[in-house]
């Protein structure tokens, strides 16, 4: 089934909630609405001429200056009909949240808690948004457009000196970096 196909039948099951369709280079972008995105994601899963059995990828990512500021981007895949397609959720920066697909793909636990920790992003009945990339202490999301490039000023890394010394012998041992 082609991608176009797929969102066909979207529009048939989901009009309302369909808010754009857009194809670029073989790819089909669907953006939805994010209070049906664990309906649309669960019905793309289960149908069985459709079986999108595998969630390729999760990811944020960060508009500044939209109304709608965040976006998590779904990199949907069949492995037994090989077909893709690309469901897109639009958050307002006021709530950046939308419902957990851990539900549908247990492989989506580690990428919405990279979205997470990273942008921001809640997903509401995720069973452990915990931080998985920064740590527990770290203020701010540093993958958001307005994150300082260098941090948050003042701040240091607590592990600096234990890094600056265990590479203090880089030279003397031969160790290139």
């Avoid at 089909?28 to 994010?34: D, I, P």
């Avoid at 793309?44 to 508009?63: E, S």
Wanted: with cysteine.
């Amino acid at each position: 089934m082609e991608p176009l196909e797929i969102v066909d039948r979207l529009k048939e099951r989901f009009s309302e909630e369909l808010v754009d369709v857009k194809q670029f280079r073989d790819q089909v972008f669907a953006t939805v609405k994010r209070e049906k995105i664990l309906d649309i994601c669960r019905y793309l899963h289960d149908a069985p001429d459709i079986q999108m059995n595998y969630l390729a990828d999760l990811c944020g990512v960060d508009y500044p200056g939209r109304r709608l500021r965040f976006e998590v981007v779904y990199n949907l895949y069949s492995i037994k009909f090989k077909h893709r397609l690309m469901i897109k959720v639009q958050l307002p920066e006021s709530d950046p949240s939308v419902d957990s697909v851990v539900s549908v793909w247990k492989g989506a636990n580690w990428h919405e808690r990279e979205a997470c920790d990273m942008y921001g992003i809640v997903f509401n009945g995720h069973p452990d948004l915990r931080r998985i990339l920064m740590p527990e202490d770290w203020e701010g999301y540093p993958l958001r457009k307005d994150y300082p490039l260098k941090g948050p000023e003042g701040w240091e890394y607590k592990g600096f000196e234990e890094l600056r010394d265990l590479h203090s012998h880089d030279k003397e041992w031969n160790i290139q970096s």
